[in-house]
C-alpha cells in the first residue's frame, strides 16, 4: 500500500514534468470540452464569475465550465493537494507570488503557444505586458492589476494643521506628518509601516533598486534593511504609527477600516475595502519619494489566470482565459473586483463609481510614470514575506533588536531562496 | 458491592495486570475468529486508508518533498535540521507550555461541571446544552473574532483584571499572556470531556453512594473512595486525549494566532508550525519528520500514561482478564 | 449526587432551599460561560462593519440585513442546500461511525485473539499523528479510486472505524461492564453476537450516545476534509458556506458570518438536546448484577 502511494507521488509528478497532457492531435483545435475553473474569494465574486462563466458559455457552446472557489488561504492549501495528487483544475486562479513557485515545478502550461491563435493579449494595458512571463514562457495572464499607494483620512490632517499630501512629498514628510498628526490629534499617524515588505520594495525601486533581482537573490543588503527596520522603529518608539499589540487584536479587520490611524501605505484597490468600513471620508494620494525622477510604482498584477500543465483541454482553458481578459462584458460585470481590469477595452467597459472611480484616475494619472514590472518573485518568497512579517512585528515588540531583525532575515532568506 | 469488595476487585485488578497466565488462554477458546469478524471494518478501514498514509509520510519524512517533484531521499537531514531550527524549538516551547497548563484545568473543570449537572433537577437538558454550546461553535473565525474581543484592551476581562491591580494591555496583543487566552479557549470549549464525564458518572451504581451514605461518609470522602474510582476508566481516556489533542492542537490557534502564531511567535503551536511547513513553504517532507517526531514525543507521553494508569485506573469487567 | 441520595417523598424545606441556590449557583456560571456567545449573538444585529474591534455588547442600531444576506443564493446555490449536504454527511457519519466503531470496541474490549495487543498499539498510534501529513497521501488514494469530489471520502473512515478516538472511548465502557454477564450468557448457549447485541451494547449505551453526539458535531463542524475532497459548490456543507463570506483580498463581511454561524448552532443544539437524555438515565447495572 504505502510503495503503491511513494511509486503514486513519482508517478502523479513525473506525469506533471512531460509535456503538455494533450499528447498527440493539434493543441490549439478547440474541441468540446469540459474545464474545471478555480478560484479564491468570496460570495460576492462567485456571483460575478458565475454571470461571466453563463456567458462564456453562451458564446462557446461546446465548452461546459465547472467552477469551484475557496477564501484565499483555503484555496491554497486545497490547490496544494489537487496538483500534488495530479488533479489540479484546468484553469486557476493564480497569485503573482505564487506564480514562480508552480511554474518551477512544472504545474503550469506555457500559454505561449496558444497566443494569437485562442488566447488574445494584444489589449493588456502596458504595465502589465509580460506580467506573468518567466523564462520566455508565458505561465499567467493577469486579470486585474494595483499599485501601491497612500490611503489616508483628510480630515485628520486639516485637524493637525498640516498640508494633505502632494505629488513630491519626502520620506522624511511622511514621518513629520505622521508624528504632528498623532501629537496634535491624538490619533495615531500611521499604520504598521515597519512590518509591509511593500514598502520596503517601493523605497528600493525608488533608489533604482529591486527587491529581488533579476535571478533571484535579494536585491538589497543588511545595511539598507538596518535603516528600513530603524526608521520604522522609531516610528514605533514615538508612537506615530499603530502600536503592534492594538493591531493584533483587531485583525482581521485593518485599521483604517476601524478609524484607528490617519493613513497607511498600500495597494490602492484596498481603498474600496476601507472605505465601506471606515466612518470618515478616506482619499488616495501619492506615495512619499526622495528621488523625483523615479516615482518607484508599478502595475502589479493582483491577480493571474494560469492553465495547468495536466489539462486535457489546453485550448479550450485558453480559450476561456482569452475571454476573462478581453470580453468587454466581462469588464463591465466584474467592475473592480479583480483589481483594475487589465485590458483598455475592459476598463472603458466597467462602471467604476465612488471609491473605485478614485483609483482608476490614480492610477490613470500614474499611467506614464509607472516603471517595469519586476520579473515574478522568485520559489519561496512567500515564505520570505511571511518571515519578514513576523520579524517586523517581533522587532515591533521589541523582543528583538534591529540587528537581531536583520540577522534573523538574512538567514531566513538563504535558507528559503539558497535551495 | 460493599466498599470492601469494590477495593477487593481492585486489587485484584492491579494484581492481574500485565499477567500472562496460561489460564487466560484456557477459556473461551472461539475468541479467536470472533474478533476479527468483529474488528474487519476497522481492519480494513487501518489498511485501506490509515496504514498506507502513515507509512508513506514516515518515507516522505526521510525525503526533501515540495509537493510537486517526485520525493528525493536525504536521509536524516529533516530530523537533524529540527534541532538548529529556532522556530521549531520555539514550537516544541510553545506547546509543552500549552499542553500542561490546559489539560489539568480543562480536566478539572469538566469534572466539575459534570458533576454539578449529574442530578436530577429542572430543565437539566438545558443546562448541559447551555455549557456544551461553547463547543459546539467548533473553530471558527466568529470565535477569533468574539474571543480577541473579549480579551482586548478596555475589554470586560481587562477590565476586570485592571479592578483588581493588573493591568496586560489586553492579552490578546500581550505576547506574555496570549497562550493563557487559549488554554481558557480551551477550558471554554470543555463540552467533550465533559459529556464523557457524564456519560462516566452514569455508570457508578446508585447503591455505592447509599452504602456509603450509611457508613457516615462526608462528601468529599464518597467523591475520593466512590466517585473517582469508579469513573476512573473514564478519567483515563480524558487524561489520555485531551494530552493527545493538547500536543496537537491546531484549530482554534490557527483562527486566532494565524500561521505565524501572533503575537511575535507566542502562539506558534507545533501543529501550526508543521502545517506552515507543510502547506506554506511546501516543505512536506520537513513536516512529515516534524509529525514523526511529535509521534514519537506523544507516544512516549502516553505510554508512560498507561504505565501509571495500571496503578490507578479500576475496570469493574477486569478482574479476570486484562490486556 | 446530593439528590439522588435523598430518599424519595422527603422533599424538606431545606431540600428546596438547595435547590434554588443550585440554580442560582448554576446560571452565575452560566452567565459567565454564555457572555462571549451573546456577544455573537448580539452582533449578528449590528451592521456588518461595526463588529470587529467592537467592545459592546448590544447593538446600537439593530438590523436584520446580515441574516437577510444569507438567502441570496450563490452561484445558484441557496443556504438550504448546504444545510441539507451538512445534515447528510453528519447523519451518515454518526451511523457508520457508531457501527463500525461499537463492533471494533467489543473486539477489543471483551475478545481475545491473536495480535489484540498489537493492533491496539496501533490504533492508538493512529491518534498521535498530525493528520495535516496525511491528507497528501491519502488525497492520492481516493483520486485513484476516482472518488474525489464525492462524499465517499468523508464517509469512507467513518464507515471503516478509523475514528480511534471512539472505539476507545467504547473499550473503556465495556471493560467497565461485569463480565459475568457475558459469561452468564454465554454458559445460557449465547453466540458472541447475541452477547454483544443483547448485553454489550444496551449497557454501553451512554458510550454510544456519547458517540453519535460527538460525531455528528466534528462532522457539522469539519473543514479540512470537505475543503480538499469536494469541488462542486453545490456539494459544499456549512463550513465551506461559512468561508463564502470571508476572503481577505475580496473582503470580508463578519454580519453574514456571524449570522450564519449563528444559524448553523441551531441544528446542533436540537440534536444535542435531543440526544442528551439517553445520558440523564444510564442503565444501571445493579439489577443485572444480582
Known amino acids: 500500500m504505502a510503495a503503491t502511494l511513494v511509486a503514486a507521488l513519482a508517478v502523479t509528478t513525473a506525469a506533471a514534468c512531460g509535456d503538455s497532457g494533450t499528447g498527440s492531435g493539434d493543441e490549439t483545435k478547440v474541441g468540446p470540452a469540459t474545464l474545471r475553473f478555480s478560484w479564491w474569494g468570496n460570495a460576492e465574486r462567485a456571483e460575478l464569475m458565475q454571470k461571466a462563466i453563463d456567458l462564456f458559455q453562451q458564446k462557446n457552446p461546446e465548452i461546459k465550465v465547472t467552477p469551484s472557489f475557496q477564501e484565499f488561504e483555503a484555496y491554497w492549501q486545497k490547490m496544494a493537494t489537487e496538483t500534488a495528487g495530479g488533479n489540479a483544475p484546468d484553469v486557476l486562479q493564480m497569485d503573482f507570488a505564487y506564480i514562480r513557485e508552480y511554474s518551477d515545478r512544472k504545474a503550469l502550461y506555457d500559454l505561449k503557444k496558444q497566443d494569437g491563435k485562442n488566447l488574445d493579449l494584444g489589449d493588456l494595458l502596458p504595465g502589465l505586458k509580460g506580467a506573468g512571463e518567466i523564462d520566455g514562457k508565458l505561465y499567467g495572464v493577469p486579470v486585474g492589476g494595483n499599485t501601491w499607494g497612500y490611503i489616508y483620512n483628510p480630515a485628520l490632517f486639516t485637524q493637525a494643521g498640516i498640508a494633505e499630501p502632494k505629488e513630491g512629498w519626502t520620506w522624511d514628510d511622511y514621518r513629520k506628518a505622521m508624528a504632528t498628526i498623532t501629537e496634535k490629534t491624538g490619533v495615531h499617524g500611521g499604520g504598521n509601516y515597519v512590518g509591509s515588505y511593500y514598502n520596503l520594495e517601493l523605497q528600493l525601486r525608488q533608489e533604482g533598486g529591486l527587491l529581488y533581482t533579476e535571478d533571484g537573490k535579494l536585491g538589497f543588503d543588511k545595511a539598507r534593511l538596518a535603516k528600513f527596520f530603524g526608521e520604522g522603529k522609531q516610528l514605533v518608539d514615538a508612537k506615530s504609527a499603530l502600536p503592534v499589540e492594538k493591531g493584533v487584536q483587531i485583525k482581521p479587520a485593518h485599521a483604517l477600516e476601524s478609524d484607528l490611524i490617519a493613513g497607511d501605505l498600500g495597494w490602492d484597490n484596498f481603498m474600496a475595502r476601507y472605505d465601506k468600513g471606515a466612518k470618515a471620508e478616506l482619499k488616495l494620494g501619492p506615495v512619499p519619494n526622495d528621488h523625483a525622477d523615479k516615482q518607484g510604482q508599478y502595475l502589479k498584477p493582483s491577480m493571474l489566470l494560469s492553465v495547468s500543465q495536466k489539462s486535457e483541454h489546453p485550448a479550450a482553458a485558453a480559450k476561456l482565459v482569452s475571454f476573462m481578459v478581453n470580453d468587454p462584458e466581462v469588464g463591465k460585470i466584474f467592475g473592480a473586483n479583480r483589481g483594475l481590469p487589465p485590458t483598455n477595452a475592459q476598463r472603458a467597459a466597467a462602471q467604476l463609481e465612488g471609491p473605485l472611480a478614485a483609483v482608476a484616475a490614480y492610477e490613470e494619472g500614474l499611467k506614464d510614470k509607472f516603471g517595469k514590472t519586476p520579473p515574478a518573485p522568485p520559489k519561496g518568497a512567500g515564505t520570505l514575506e511571511q518571515a519578514f512579517i513576523r520579524i517586523a512585528e517581533e522587532l515591533q515588540y521589541g523582543r528583538i533588536s534591529v540587528d537581531e531583525a536583520v540577522n534573523q532575515f538574512f538567514t531566513e532568506a538563504e535558507e528559503t531562496l539558497g535551495s | 458491592m460493599s466498599k470492601a469488595t469494590m477495593t477487593a476487585d481492585r486489587d485484584a485488578a492491579v494484581r492481574t495486570t500485565g499477567s500472562t497466565g496460561p489460564r487466560k488462554r484456557a477459556r473461551l477458546p472461539g475468541d479467536g475468529m470472533a474478533g476479527y469478524l468483529f474488528l474487519s471494518p476497522w481492519l480494513i478501514g487501518i489498511l485501506l486508508l490509515t496504514l498506507g498514509p502513515m507509512v508513506t509520510s514516515l518515507y516522505l519524512s526521510f525525503t526533501d518533498y515540495d509537493l510537486f517533484n517526485s520525493p528525493t531521499w536525504i536521509g536524516l537531514e529533516n530530523y537533524e535540521k529540527m534541532f538548529s531550527d529556532p522556530r521549531w524549538l520555539r514550537s516544541v516551547q510553545v506547546t509543552a507550555v500549552y499542553v500542561v497548563l490546559a489539560v489539568p484545568i480543562k480536566l478539572a473543570a469538566a469534572l466539575a461541571v459534570a458533576m454539578l449537572l449529574n442530578s436530577k433537577r429542572r430543565g437539566q437538558g438545558f443546562y448541559r446544552a447551555a455549557f456544551y454550546g461553547p463547543s459546539l461553535i467548533g473553530g471558527s473565525v466568529s470565535v477569533a473574532i468574539v474571543w480577541k474581543m473579549m480579551f482586548s484592551d478596555d475589554s470586560v476581562v481587562d477590565k476586570l483584571l485592571l479592578g483588581v491591580g493588573i493591568d496586560t494591555g489586553g492579552w490578546a496583543g500581550n505576547p506574555d499572556y496570549s497562550v493563557m487566552m487559549l488554554v481558557l479557549l480551551a477550558v471554554w470549549q470543555l463540552g467533550a470531556p465533559m459529556v464523557i464525564f457524564l456519560a462516566g458518572l452514569k455508570q457508578v451504581p446508585r447503591e455505592l453512594y447509599e452504602a456509603a451514605e450509611v457508613d457516615g461518609a462526608g462528601r468529599w470522602r464518597r467523591f475520593r473512595s466512590i466517585t473517582l474510582p469508579m469513573i476512573s476508566s473514564v478519567v483515563f481516556f480524558n487524561l489520555l486525549l485531551e494530552t493527545i489533542n493538547s500536543f496537537q492542537v491546531f484549530t482554534s490557534a490557527y483562527v486566532v494566532g494565524g500561521p505565524n502564531g501572533q503575537p511575535a511567535g507566542s502562539t506558534l503551536f507545533y501543529t501550526i508550525y508543521l502545517f506552515d511547513r507543510g502547506f506554506g513553504d511546501y516543505r512536506m517532507g520537513y513536516a512529515s519528520a516534524m509529525a514523526w517526531m511529535l509521534l514519537l514525543g506523544v507516544g512516549l507521553v502516553t505510554v508512560f500514561l498507561f504505565r501509571t494508569a495500571r496503578g490507578w485506573v479500576f475496570y469493574s469487567g477486569d478482574s479476570g482478564d486484562k490486556r | ?290
Not at chain 3, 42 to 62: N, Q, R, Y
Not at chain 3, 132 to 143: A, D, G, M, T
Open chain 3, 1 to 290: 449526587m446530593r439528590q439522588r441520595v435523598a430518599a424519595p417523598g422527603k422533599a424538606s424545606g431545606t431540600d428546596r432551599v438547595r435547590s434554588v441556590a443550585w440554580h442560582v449557583g448554576v446560571l452565575l456560571l452560566l452567565a459567565v460561560v454564555l457572555y462571549p456567545i451573546v456577544w455573537v449573538l448580539a452582533a449578528t444585529f449590528k451592521p456588518s462593519d461595526d463588529i470587529v474591534g467592537s467592545l459592546e455588547l448590544l447593538p446600537s442600531e439593530v438590523t436584520t440585513a446580515n441574516y437577510d444576506r444569507l438567502f441570496d443564493d450563490v452561484m445558484g446555490v441557496g443556504i438550504g442546500q448546504f444545510f441539507w449536504n451538512s445534515a447528510v454527511l453528519a447523519v451518515l457519519s454518526v451511523v457508520g461511525t457508531v457501527a463500525s466503531s461499537a463492533l471494533a470496541a467489543y473486539a477489543f474490549g471483551r475478545l481475545r485473539f491473536r495480535g489484540r495487543t498489537v493492533m491496539f498499539g496501533i490504533m492508538i498510534s493512529t491518534l498521535l499523528l498530525p493528520f495535516h501529513v496525511l491528507i497528501i497521501p491519502q488525497y492520492i488514494v481516493f483520486q485513484n479510486l476516482d472518488l474525489v469530489d464525492t462524499y465517499v471520502p468523508l464517509l469512507a473512515g467513518k464507515f471503516l472505524a478509523s475514528e480511534a478516538f471512539f472505539i476507545f472511548l467504547i473499550v473503556q465502557f465495556i471493560r467497565n461492564l461485569p463480565r459475568e454477564l457475558d459469561e452468564s450468557a454465554k454458559i445460557d448457549g449465547a453466540n458472541h453476537w447475541r452477547v454483544f447485541w443483547d448485553i454489550i451494547l444496551p449497557l454501553c449505551r451512554p458510550a454510544l450516545i456519547t458517540t453519535a453526539i460527538f460525531t455528528f458535531i466534528w462532522s457539522w463542524n469539519d473543514f479540512f476534509g470537505p475543503l480538499i475532497y469536494l469541488s462542486t459548490p453545490d456539494k459544499y456543507p456549512l463550513p465551506l458556506a461559512l468561508q463564502l463570506f470571508i476572503d481577505e483580498t475580496s473582503g470580508s463581511d463578519f454580519g453574514a458570518l456571524m449570522a450564519m454561524s449563528m444559524l448553523a448552532l441551531v441544528p446542533v443544539i436540537l440534536f444535542f438536546l435531543f440526544f442528551q437524555r439517553f445520558l440523564v438515565e444510564g442503565v444501571s447495572t445493579q439489577g443485572l448484577k444480582g
